[in-house]
């Protein structure tokens, strides 16, 4: 049975800065990831949640695509940060962090840094950089970003500016790549409005130490909208708005996709809140990204759609509450349509005991996703769609009792299923369309996909003393993925159940020592 050990500690340096450092780890005790299939070209972004990287961070989250903290995950040996702001208004942020070499990576050493001048009228200026350092000739990394946003005097129009630079040092060559982002927003009164454009080249790469799906692209918008702020006899609030959002390649300036959206919020007086909306793509999209080939040269042409949804939640403040969702999208190329729903109720017994319950399901009919590179009849290699099938269903179980005012237990209880019916493979012709593949010996249920993943969260804590706590958590896990379609859901929870599970259990002690009462 592996065990880990390791050491936490938090300094005031002064009245402004704080000083945070963790040497070797142990995030046992973080909540499980709620993992899916990804059937994507890009990698799944998931949220950061262990405390060291999630508290004084916030002024990293200035430079969006430049840190994404779930970088830092393998091997870390430690991790130091210092945060603060001066009482003229400036803004530090510093992390370093170090991981140990892995059958992948070597030795890594990655360093984060802001300066914030925050200034009136919430005006401020940033500069911010983040360097990855990789032992050996393995590439080597570095973005630089410059961000202002400006308020005029009356705080009625805000003026945002990003400009970035990626440089990546592998062997004697240097890539260089850039984005930039300008906004002009109005947004005080009944009614606003936002222009943008964000722009990233070919070569921008922050993914060493950030995260961004994808570069090559120019995205151009507009918002407009009606807010109402004060309340009437009818609402507590309401919001209209309309966004259009275009995009094209960087490079060429080749058409990528066009999108309407019309979004309407209400909050009644009895504090039920409602949302419609309705997303319309009036023209083909060209996807660059699905068949993985990377040229910018041959999409995959996806289709026109309408996508209506509504949304409810009721008054938290009462025992009982439910949320509710529902969706459907419509596309006519290759008759594709989606239908999804989501409900939530969740109940309160007591000011000890609450409950949270989530059903969601999405299904998908004939979408289109990429299978595999197969050798067609030349001799070459080349990408096979696939028509498909989709199908998700979450459950998630959380629950919450407070036995006093220093112990706690709380858990989470989550089963997630997904599954991928492949129709008929197609191939690609020259102007982006699915036609009937050439290639033979294939078998489309060999690439159907049955996948089913179940954890576990509880934690038992006990705040025993001011600052101090002792946790206990238990997790449990089960992830599987097979090939062949089991279409009853409690067949899939049977199956899941009768693998191997991984089991921890980890103990926490954190225990609060005043430095100026121990020198006394």
Request: some cysteine.
């Amino acid at each position: 049975n592996p065990y880990n050990y390791g050491m936490d500690l938090k300094y005031g340096i002064n009245e402004s800065f704080t000083l945070d450092m963790t040497l070797i780890p142990d995030f046992g005790q973080v909540i499980s990831d709620d993992r899916v299939l990804n059937l994507s070209p890009f990698e799944v972004r998931y949220d950061e949640k262990r405390q060291f990287f999630n508290e004084g961070t916030e002024l990293f989250e200035k430079g969006e695509d430049m840190f994404y903290s779930r970088r830092l995950q393998d091997d870390l040996l430690n991790a130091s940060k210092i945060t603060g702001r001066t009482k003229n208004g400036l803004g530090v942020a510093i992390l370093n962090a170090v991981t140990n070499q892995t059958e992948l990576d070597p030795l890594t050493n990655y360093n984060v840094l802001i300066f914030d001048q925050a200034f009136g009228n919430s005006s401020s200026v940033s500069l911010m950089n983040t360097n990855v350092a990789k032992k050996g000739s393995q590439k080597d990394a570095n973005v630089t970003g410059f961000f202002a946003k400006i308020n005029n005097k009356e705080n009625t129009h805000t003026y945002t500016s990003k400009l970035k630079i990626s440089q990546e040092f592998e062997d004697d060559n240097l890539t260089t790549g850039f984005a930039s982002m300008f906004a002009v927003e109005n947004n005080n009164g009944n009614y606003r409005y936002k222009l943008f454009s964000i722009l990233e080249d070919e070569k921008y790469n922050p993914n060493d130490l950030g995260f961004l799906y994808a570069n090559n692209e120019i995205i151009s918008g507009l918002d407009l909208g009606y807010e109402q702020l004060k309340k009437n006899k009818n609402f507590i609030f309401r919001k209209h708005y309309l966004f259009i959002k275009h995009k094209t390649l960087f490079t060429d300036n080749k058409f990528v996709n066009l999108e309407i959206e019309a979004e309407n919020k209400f909050m009644l007086k009895n504090y039920l809140f409602l949302m419609f909306k309705i997303i319309l793509k009036p023209y083909e999209e060209e996807d660059y990204y699905e068949t993985r080939q990377n040229d910018f040269i041959n999409p995959v042409k996806r289709s026109k759609s309408i996508n209506i949804g509504g949304y409810m939640s009721s008054d938290y403040r009462n025992k009982f509450a439910l949320d509710f969702g529902t969706g459907f999208i419509k596309q006519p190329l290759y008759s594709g349509h989606e239908f999804r729903w989501r409900v939530s109720p969740r109940y309160r017994f007591n000011d000890k005991l609450s409950i949270v319950y989530v059903l969601s399901v999405k299904n998908r009919y004939n979408d289109i996703g990429y299978i595999d590179d197969f050798i067609n009849n030349q001799n070459t290699l080349e990408p096979i769609l696939s028509l498909r099938n989709t199908r998700m269903i979450t459950n998630v179980l959380t629950g919450n009792y407070i036995l006093n005012n220093k112990i706690n237990l709380s858990c989470k209880l989550r089963y997630h299923l997904d599954q991928v019916e492949n129709l008929k493979f197609q191939s690609k012709d020259n102007n982006g369309y699915l036609v009937p593949t050439t290639i033979k010996n294939t078998n489309e249920g060999d690439y159907n996909i049955n996948y089913t993943t179940w954890t576990s969260d509880v934690s038992l804590n006990w705040r025993f003393a001011p600052g101090s706590q002792m946790s206990l958590v238990w997790k449990n896990s089960i992830e599987n993925e097979r090939n062949t379609l089991i279409n009853h859901w409690i067949s899939n929870v049977e199956e899941s159940f009768s693998l191997l599970q991984q089991n921890s259990i980890s103990l926490k002690i954190i225990y609060y020592l005043d430095y100026l009462y121990i020198r006394k």
